[in-house]
């Protein structure tokens, strides 16, 4: 049997039970905790170096091939099944090639990034958009609009601020954050659909695709197997999000567990999927303390300051950029506005852990869409305790 392992955690120790953090805490350079994105796989190895797994001969001859990769922060991995592992090699390196030119576009950490470039250019002028970014954008700024800008792809200026960019977490003062939020809002993004340009009308505006970028990527490595035939793998990307293509030889569904936000030696949450996508976002995953009280980096884009009562969603969806978007604004929102998302959009189960008055303690709320219609070939079956 395949098994995912937790997410946030790495294997035990032979012959224990228990399972270690996979997000391991590191110190960041301004001396506080941070917790960095690494991802949950199925060999503790793969966490530290981005390494090419031997095939292994699966019950019904199948070869199974399993691969790592670093990019977008976080380490990408592959494992897929058929016929030829030397096939297989090939078409997980094309997908790894995919994500690779994908982070050269979006990331906002690089200068030479056509995303850099927008933000640079786009308060000037109308800047033109290669045609698969401009339709992330369009879709992001839907996102926005749907959950009231609870999702919001120009808070880079606030991550900034709060010193999440550069690992150097920071608190800003009252006046600062509010001549922040003068440059934070979706609205200041005007797109062209017909010339397919960009353009901010007002200076300081800053996209950040970190939100929604590696669940995208996840759904183009996905379409890549597929056009190759492979009918049966897991990509996941670091602890944000996952595609559970197909089901292992002799499973039904990927086995997935979710961890608990208050303890790392237990799962929340255990799913099957196929055919589906998993997105996880936590107040766990980065933060900083200071004077006794910890600050996270999802952030509430009205206030300017990082989301409160709210510890960790859980999103499954066909897509995994949908996954990756809507557990970002499901965790700023709240399960009472998600109901109001959940009963106009299909096929959607959300996953909400909120903290009770005791700090060993949290509730969990599971909700689903008001209507649910899979394709044939998609199963999900989750079990939260």
Same mark, same amino acid.
């Given at each position: 049997m395949d098994r995912l392992r =937790?997410? /946030?955690? %790495?294997?035990g120790q032979p012959g224990t039970p228990a399972s270690y953090p996979l997000a391991a805490r590191i110190? /960041? =350079?301004?001396?506080?905790p941070l917790l +960095? =994105? *690494?991802v949950a796989t199925l060999s503790f190895v793969l966490l530290l170096f981005p390494v090419v797994g031997p095939p292994l001969r699966a019950a019904d001859s199948l070869v199974r091939y399993e691969a790592s990769h670093r990019a977008m922060g976080t380490v990408f991995t592959v494992v897929v099944y058929g016929s030829n592992s030397d096939y297989l090699?090939? %078409?997980t390196n094309q997908v790894f090639q995919e994500i690779d030119q994908l982070d050269d576009q979006m990331s906002n950490y690089k200068p030479g990034s056509e995303l850099s470039a927008i933000n640079r250019e786009a308060a000037r002028r109308a800047v033109i958009v290669e045609p698969r970014l401009f339709k992330l954008i369009q879709d992001s700024l839907q996102y926005s609009r749907e959950s009231a800008g609870d999702f919001d792809i120009t808070v880079g200026p606030l991550m900034k601020s709060w010193g999440f960019f550069k690992g150097q977490g920071r608190l800003p003062s009252k006046s600062e954050l509010a001549q922040v939020l003068k440059k934070i809002g979706y609205q200041h993004v005007k797109l062209d659909a017909s010339a397919r340009t960009i353009q901010f009308d007002t200076t300081g505006i800053e996209i950040d695709l970190g939100a929604i970028a590696k669940g995208y990527s996840v759904d183009r490595a996905v379409q890549i197997l597929r056009d190759n035939g492979?009918? %049966?793998a897991l990509i996941s990307s670091g602890t944000s999000s996952l595609y559970a293509l197909g089901s292992p030889p002799g499973d039904h569904g990927w086995q997935i567990s979710v961890r608990n936000p208050l303890d790392t030696s237990k799962a929340a949450c255990v799913l099957r999927l196929q055919d589906l996508s998993l997105a996880v976002s936590g107040d766990y995953e980065k933060f900083f303390k200071l /004077? /006794?009280?910890t600050y996270a980096h999802i952030m509430d884009p009205h206030t300017g300051m990082p989301v409160e009562n709210m *510890?960790? +969603?859980a999103v499954v969806s066909l897509s995994a950029t949908d996954s990756d978007a809507l557990s970002t604004s499901f965790f700023v929102e709240g399960p009472d506005a998600a109901r109001h998302y959940l009963d106009r959009h299909?096929? *959607?189960t959300a996953v909400f852990f909120l903290p009770e008055a005791s700090s060993h303690e949290f509730k969990q709320v599971v909700l689903k869409s008001s209507t649910t219609k899979l394709p044939a070939d998609a199963f999900i079956s989750l079990d939260c305790h």
């Open positions: =937790r997410i /946030g955690f %790495v294997p110190a /960041g =350079r301004f001396g506080y +960095t =994105r *690494l090699e090939e %078409v492979i009918k %049966v /004077g /006794g009280k *510890l960790s +969603t299909p096929n *959607l």
